[in-house]
């Protein structure tokens, strides 16, 4: 029987288990990829391990999240990351340089080669045949020392593609209606893999915002097989050695099969809160914006910035619209300052920021209050922009433009005819922002600024747990609900103690100070906890406050991990209508812990206040367990533990 590619590249990388689904395995990495808002922990951790140099084949930091500098923060933990990487082996890309899956994109992807990242949308590189991952900083910093990634082997399932789209319709439309379609926890434990005719219609920037949107699934990491297109791509990135051709074998097998006619999608807009909340823009009406903006790891490439200059050649903004536009790379601004494009932007009154994150976490572009919000992004969660009360949107460049001029939320199929846009046959390549690994690492002196607090580490798990429910939350809380990003905290992300002080402030701006007064206790939760993104802050930050266990209905892939690998044990209810029955306030107890962790599928747990049982199930491997034992991954390896 054949495979499909998903399980090609694994094979190739299998270092232990059975490639079963649900069966623990262990895959090599071959790259792996930092941010500074999550790096500066992850190279602590590195450090921590006291290797001399990083065993990878490639292994890049990136800077495109803490760009304000209104303080000396996030220019310390630059210049912390940028020595971290002269000294261990690392490639450097500068603030400026670009948002890290565009720039990998552009120059370091390798089809059939696995890519770990300690950011949620590593699978963008899937969009060039890649098994691209997000993790916590930690699974990162062991896997630049050359340790596998451990995981479940996911489900593959695929979405096999036909047809074409139709003027105005996007890759964003595609992703969009398979998040409609599959809800925002409908790929948790699944790889996404597409195929079909439909797929050599979609160019690798638009494959990549299929992948990269595969994160708003739950998605280990979706993928698309290498072609004719990838190769383009490859000449283009003046990389064409770096190509190589993979695809599923024609009798792979899948577990489950989506057919999507590309040619039958229309416009589409995720609506506020959440990604999966689709509907078609034409049933929006009247729905008036204030503010736009096109950018983001989702939506920033040359072709997505040609065809929003194209679209707003010769046109004005809407008087009571603020518009911004992010490039997603500094290739990607060099070129479209030279195809005339940036002119066309600048002209329309659009406001330009540099290279990076920006809008998307927070840093900067607050929408005004309770205002209407259309972005090319990828996540609207409640307080992600800045401003609480603020209502975001989920849409493609065109879409975005639409509702720049207009004014409205509006189908951008009635603003016009839809532009012909050729993209240039050659770009320039400059990696000039990207600064290669010193070549006397020992020469290299570390810089650390004040803010870079040193790492608190766990206890070993007690016996006896027993502990208040300190918040009760429901279902689909993101990490963006857990620990909040933006201007204000972001700069913090070095400094546990002190961002600590923010874990669910906006939920609850006393959870914090009810944390230490208690010494700690437990976080009740609903399905899909922990959605979003990657940030290990959000388990190492609780467990800071003393955040010993997290029960919940069901966890999102990445934060379960972190909360492994910090010593918080993650508990599900085996009877989910408990959930109901305890309350925010009452005290658990949970005799008998460490036994029960080493040899038990089970918790028994007794409510103190009204003396009900509960069971919650323990889903863990041998090492997991060992790791929640010791009070999280590091001390395990400290302990001699692999
Ligand atoms: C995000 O989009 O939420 C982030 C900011 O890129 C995060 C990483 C982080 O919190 O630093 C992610 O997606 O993993
Ligand atoms: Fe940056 Fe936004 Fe992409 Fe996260 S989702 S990496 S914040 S652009």
Not at 421 to 433: C, E, M, R, V, Y
């Amino acid at each position: 029987m054949g495979m499909n590619l998903a399980e090609k590249i694994i094979t190739a990388h299998l270092v232990s288990g059975e490639m079963k689904t649900g069966a623990d395995i262990a895959i090599k990495i071959d790259q792996t990829l930092t941010q500074d808002a999550t790096g500066t922990m992850a190279y602590l951790q590195f450090e921590a391990l006291g290797l001399k140099k990083v065993k990878t084949e490639k292994s890049v930091s990136y800077v495109d999240h803490n760009m304000l500098q209104a303080s000396f923060e996030n220019a310390d933990d630059h210049m912390y990351l940028q020595s971290v990487a002269a000294k261990y082996g690392i490639f450097f890309s500068r603030p400026g340089n670009g948002i890290c899956h565009q720039v990998h994109l552009e120059r370091f992807g390798v089809p059939g080669k696995t890519l770990l990242g300690s950011d949620s949308h590593t699978p963008t590189n899937g969009g060039l045949g890649m098994i691209a991952i997000g993790a916590g900083g930690l699974d990162v910093a062991v896997a630049m020392g050359g340790g596998p990634f451990y995981l479940k082997m996911p489900e593959i399932i695929n979405i096999h593609l036909k047809g074409k789209l139709k003027p105005f319709v996007t890759a964003k439309d595609v992703i969009l209606d398979v998040l409609r379609r599959l809800t925002v926890k409908g790929g948790v434990g699944k790889i996404i893999e597409y195929s079909g005719p439909g797929v050599a219609s979609l160019s690798v920037p638009e494959r990549a915002t299929i992948t990269n949107m595969g994160a708003e699934l739950g998605a280990t990491c979706s993928i698309f097989p290498s072609d004719d297109r990838t190769k383009e791509y490859f000449r283009l990135q003046k990389r064409p050695k770096d190509f190589v051709k993979i695809a599923a074998d024609k009798d792979a097998k899948y577990s489950q099969v989506i057919e999507l006619d590309l040619v039958k999608l229309e416009p589409l807009v995720a609506q506020p809160h959440s990604p999966d909340n689709v509907i078609e823009v034409k049933k929006l009406k009247n729905m008036k914006v204030n503010q736009v903006c096109v950018g983001s790891c989702t939506n920033s490439s040359l072709s997505d910035l040609t065809v929003t200059a194209k679209l707003l050649k010769g046109k004005k903004i809407h008087p009571d619209v603020s518009m911004t536009i992010t490039p997603g790379s500094k290739q990607v601004f060099q070129a479209i300052a030279q195809n005339g494009a940036l002119t066309e932007i600048i002209a329309s009154g659009a406001r330009i920021i540099e290279s990076a994150c920006g809008p998307c976490i927070g840093m900067g572009q607050a929408p005004p209050t309770g205002a209407v919000s259309v972005r090319s992004f990828n996540r609207n969660f409640p307080g992600r922009s800045g401003t609480k009360d603020a209502n975001v949107y989920l849409a493609s460049p065109e879409t975005c433009v639409a509702a720049a001029l207009t004014g409205y939320i509006t189908d951008p199929r009635k603003i016009g005819k839809y532009p012909r846009i050729t993209l240039p046959k050659a770009i320039n390549i400059d990696d000039s922002g990207i600064i290669p690994p010193a070549k006397n690492p020992e020469k290299v002196e570390i810089l650390r600024g004040p803010n870079i607090a040193p790492l608190p580490i766990n206890t070993a798990l007690p016996n006896t747990l027993i502990g208040e429910i300190l918040l009760k939350v429901g279902d689909n809380i993101t990490t963006d609900h857990i620990m909040p990003a933006g201007a204000k905290v972001l700069p913090l992300r070095s400094n546990i103690p002190k961002i600590a002080e923010y874990v669910y402030y906006q939920v609850d701006p006393e959870f914090a100070k009810r944390a230490k007064e208690k010494s700690g206790g437990f976080i009740l939760g609903g399905d899909n906890y922990g959605q979003g993104s990657s940030r290990e802050h959000a388990a190492l930050a609780p467990m800071y406050l003393g955040i010993k266990l997290v029960m919940t209905k069901s966890f999102a892939r990445i934060h379960l991990a972190n909360l492994i690998n910090f010593g918080i044990l993650p508990a599900t209810f085996v009877n989910p209508a408990d959930y109901d029955d305890i309350k925010q306030g009452e005290l658990l107890e949970i005799p008998n812990v460490i036994e029960q962790v080493k040899n038990s599928d089970s918790l028994e747990v007794e409510n103190k206040n009204n003396g009900h049982k509960y069971t919650l199930r323990i889903s863990l491997t041998a090492r997991q367990r060992e790791i929640i034992l010791a009070g999280g991954l590091l001390n395990y390896t400290r302990g001699g533990g692999q």
